[in-house]
């Protein structure tokens, strides 16, 4: 059973940047597809971000293009979300997720198997 840790959220000024990290186990990280999702409070959980397994293809959010960037360290078991130029709402609890299915980084409903999620607050 895949097993997820996020960390690396905290409380940020408006332009900041931070750098998320997800370590995973309990499956072949190399051959999955991994993604970042958010939810805010009193919303749905939506996607962020997301890369293939070799790292070659990413699709992002439009809101986040530009200022957010997905990495992945398959020697690491590890997924990165820099953010950059964080703004009041991109204040949510950040989540990685894989896609155990071999679909695509745009195939966004096939990611699942949430860690606990890390904190991200950003003050205007």
């Known amino acids: 059973q895949v097993h997820m840790v996020e960390s690396g959220g905290g409380l940020v000024q408006a332009g900041g940047s931070l750098r998320l990290s997800c370590v995973v186990s309990?499956?072949?990280?190399?051959?999955?597809?991994m993604g970042w999702f958010r939810q805010a409070p009193r919303k749905g959980r939506e996607f962020v971000a997301a890369?293939?397994?070799?790292?070659?293809?990413?699709n992002y959010a439009d809101s986040v293009k530009g200022r957010f960037t997905i990495s992945r360290d398959n020697a690491k078991n590890t997924v990165y979300l820099l953010m950059n130029s964080l703004k009041p709402e991109d204040t949510a609890v950040y989540y990685c997720?894989?896609?155990?299915?071999?679909?695509?980084?745009?195939?966004?409903?096939?990611?699942?198997?949430w860690g606990q999620g890390t904190q991200v607050t950003v003050s205007s």
């Open positions: 997720a894989n896609n155990a299915y071999g679909s695509t980084v745009f195939d966004v409903a096939d990611f699942g198997s």
């Open positions: 309990g499956r072949t990280f190399s051959r999955d597809a």
């Open positions: 890369m293939s397994w070799s790292g070659g293809d990413t």
